[in-house]
T-cell receptor
Framework: AQSVTQLDSHVSVSEGTPVLLRCNYSSSYSPSLFWYVQHPNKGLQLLLKYTSAATLVKGINGFEAEFKKSETSFHLTKPSAHMSDAAEYFCVVSDRGRNAGNMLTFGGGTRLMVKP | DTAVSQTPKYLVTQMGNDKSIKCEQNLGHDTMYWYKQDSKKFLKIMFSYNNKELIINETVPNRFSPKSPDKAHLNLHINSLELGDSAVYFC???????????FGNGTRLTVT
């Protein structure tokens, strides 16, 4: 079984300050992990993915995430927030040991708010 | 040239009606999906369709029936709509299992 927990439902930062969105997962197999972003009235867009290569993953728009197996975490960070980063962020796990197709498990989402 | 497009964007209908949502992808992907996002933004997979093989999520009521005329299209038909069906429905596709998903912009279904 696999699960994802996003520890904060809302995060508020000031423009230009660092962003930290927390994610913990559980998986029976070697997982693939993703972060997706959803802007209002839009579909989800892939930010970055971890698939057992480098543990520090760089994504689009200056975001990066670090896979820490010992902590079962995959936190998303950005050094300096921009107003356009305000959106909903989803941490996602894919249990590659499963054969029933691409059965992803989504976290509950974290709404990032950026103050001027 | 939208990669994953779904129509309509908004759908308002009454309880008991039957409605369909269409989805098309021009990425050449083999796998397509339908997801439901509830009012709390929680996303849950409904179906995945890979090379004509339908994988049904057992928690989805049989009022929901996906139809795939070809691998570029996966439509969602819903019979006897209920208030609890109100949600945003997302279509997505991927090259293969365990590949990142490409999402459509969603269809907001409101059942009154």
């Amino acid at each position: 079984a696999q699960s994802v927990t996003q520890l904060d439902s809302h995060v508020s930062v000031s423009e230009g300050t660092p962003v930290l969105l927390r994610c913990n997962y559980s998986s029976s197999y070697s997982p693939s992990l993703f972060w997706y972003v959803q802007h209002p009235n839009k579909g989800l867009q892939l930010l970055l993915k971890y698939t057992s290569a480098a543990t520090l993953v760089k994504g689009i728009n200056g975001f990066e995430a670090e896979f820490k197996k010992s902590e079962t975490s995959f936190h998303l960070t950005k050094p300096s927030a921009h107003m356009s980063d305000a959106a909903e962020y989803f941490c996602v796990v894919s249990d590659r040991g499963r054969n029933a197709g691409n059965m992803l498990t989504f976290g509950g989402g974290t709404r990032l708010m950026v103050k001027p | 040239d939208t990669a994953v497009s779904q129509t309509p964007k908004y759908l308002v209908t009454q309880m008991g009606n039957d409605k369909s949502i269409k989805c098309e992808q021009n990425l050449g992907h083999d796998t397509m999906y339908w997801y439901k996002q509830d009012s709390k933004k929680f996303l849950k997979i409904m179906f995945s369709y890979n090379n004509k093989e339908l994988i049904i999520n057992e928690t989805v009521p049989n009022r929901f029936s996906p139809k795939s005329p070809d691998k570029a299209h996966l439509n969602l038909h819903i019979n006897s709509l209920e208030l609890g069906d109100s949600a945003v429905y997302f279509c997505a596709s991927s090259q293969q299992t365990d590949s990142p998903l490409h999402f459509g912009n969603g269809t907001r279904l409101t059942v009154t």
